[in-house]
């Protein structure tokens, strides 16, 4: 039962941390020092942190699906159903599939490495404060500034590999937040607030699909009936959370920016960096 209650604040935090960019893997890593599993698979957790955020990608799937599903019914002059494909959406889909190249590169060829190297409190912690300096920075820099991109059928291809470089940074460092990293850069190319958090939420699929499967794989399907439990109840937990939290982001930053998400990631950094050092 301790490790479905832990399961479930894990859930909770990925809810929340997924989709405000103030890392939900640093969270996770922060949080593993206090909730520990126990009896499970060496390796386990690992597996969990990334794989308990479909339950999150989910939501964005229910949520935004006659945004981002290409395949349309139309009624035919005849009367009958008629099958079409929306050429917006699929052009969609292609900004979002060039934007994660790079990033499923790096994940592909230094998973290991980065996860060895970096993934850890050290770096959580670090980054979290740049990161959030980095937000303040450019709100104060774009405030009374016109957004060149006010609708999302507006990126260009050009903006769509940019954003998906600064995915990169994430993909590396622990406690960026990968929608940290592409807010900041859809920020400063003139995209709105708006519109970077969407395409944010529609960057998440294909990536997190992708290092899920990746993690899963490399842990293996031999998962104990306990071990299946514990992730099935997080990745529920996630998918309920993450279904409130994206509409409040919505809605929050339709007349707020994002300085307080910035100012959050600093005081959480100084007071991660303040536990190492005593500990």
Not at 189 to 197: D, E, L, P, Q
Request: glycine fraction near 8%; charge should be positive.
């Amino acid at each position: 039962m301790t490790n479905i209650l832990y399961s479930i604040i894990y859930g909770i935090i990925e809810g929340i941390t997924e989709w405000l960019p103030i890392s939900s893997t640093g969270h996770l890593i922060l949080a593993e020092n206090f909730l520990k599993f126990q009896g499970l698979s060496e390796g386990f957790f690992d597996m969990f942190n990334v794989v308990i955020q479909l339950g999150a990608i989910l939501a964005v799937v229910v949520l935004y699906f006659k945004n981002i599903w290409p395949i349309k019914k139309e009624k035919s002059k005849n009367g009958e159903n008629k099958i079409t494909w929306d050429k917006n959406i699929l052009n969609l889909w292609g900004k979002i599939l060039v934007a994660c190249v790079p990033a499923a590169i790096i994940g592909l060829l230094f998973d290991d490495l980065l996860e060895k190297y970096l993934y850890n409190s050290w770096v959580v912690s670090t980054m979290l404060i740049l990161v959030g300096i980095t937000f303040i920075i450019i709100e104060n820099k774009k405030q009374g500034m016109k957004p060149r991109v006010k609708d999302i059928v507006e990126l260009t291809y050009k903006d769509a590999i940019i954003i998906g470089l600064f995915q990169v940074i994430a993909a590396i460092f622990p406690g960026t937040s990968r929608s940290g990293a592409t807010i900041i850069g859809a920020l400063l190319i003139g995209v709105s607030r708006t519109v970077a958090a969407e395409y944010t939420f529609y960057l998440a699929i294909p990536v997190m699909f992708g290092a899920s499967l990746l993690k899963i794989l490399k842990f293996g399907l031999s998962f104990t009936g306990a071990e299946l439990a514990v992730l099935l109840v997080g990745m529920i937990v996630a998918f309920l959370v993450s279904v409130f939290i994206i509409k409040f982001l919505m809605n929050y930053i339709k007349k707020h920016d994002f300085k307080v998400f910035g100012w959050y990631r600093i005081v959480l950094g100084i007071i991660v960096l303040i536990l190492l050092g005593v500990m």
